[in-house]
């Protein structure tokens, strides 16, 4: 075998590897080819869609801990604006869905998913309703992300960035929503069982067990109310199951 045909065989093999360590097909996101049409613009119509309880966990992002919230009712920030476009198109989001770019929808930190906010653009006063779906910016410096038809419609798509205004859009719930706490998850289902029968009876609530995965996840509830539910958390925290968290749902687990 010649060098030059072990070195053509040597840069094939990087290019393999190089694409399979990134899950995106760019490295760096770029606009689409094409505008977005008037259609593709139009605000997201708001409806009281139920919430997502997988994507309502605590989770990490480069070592920093973020924790979703229970209700975005009220919510309002100012700051920093981003988009993403055609790096991010056709990957799914935090809630499971597929990403378009031409959607009118939006990436949050923190608040439920799905959410709906209204957007406006504090430079030029031009304004958007977006669904948030997904998960981001994961910068200290901005509080959401939009997609390329919102951020085109905000009209700065051009320069990547810009000073928004972020207002939560809400419907009054058809159901009230349900408290749980997620106390322990584990692969041995008789030690699970074994600790939700002792908290039970510790406790005097309800507790029960629900498989995911392979695993079998231990969670109390629900809960009479939200301040019930603080108090409780923090009471397991203290002790032997710091890792548990709240879960909320719009129907019972």
Known sequence: MNRLYKAGLLALFVIFISGCSS??????????????????????????????????????????????????????????????????HGYYTSNGEIFNMYDMTAA??????????????????????????????????????????AAYKLGYHNQGTAKVQ?????????APRLTYIQVVASSNKNNIQQLANKLGTQLEINTNIAQE???????????????????LLKSLQAGEFRHAFLLYSEQRL
């Open 23 to 88: 899950r995106y097909h760019t490295r760096q996101d770029t606009a689409p080819v094409r505008t977005p049409t008037e259609h593709e613009m139009r605000d997201a119509k708001v409806n009281a869609e139920p919430k997502s309880v997988s994507a309502g966990r605590p989770y990490v992002v480069r070592g920093k801990q973020y924790h979703p919230m229970s209700d975005e009712k009220g919510y309002t920030a100012e700051g920093i604006a981003s988009w993403y476009g055609h790096k991010f």
């Open 108 to 149: 949050h930190k923190t608040l439920p998913l799905p959410s709906f906010v209204k957007v406006t653009n504090l430079e030029n006063g031009k304004s958007a309703i977006v669904r948030v779906n997904d998960r981001g910016p994961f910068h200290d410096d901005r509080i959401i992300d939009l997609s390329y038809a």
């Open 166 to 174: 972020i207002e939560a859009i809400t419907l009054d719930r058809v």
């Open 213 to 231: 995965g392979g695993l079998h996840k231990l969670r109390l509830g629900p809960l009479e109310s939200d301040e019930h539910a603080q108090t």
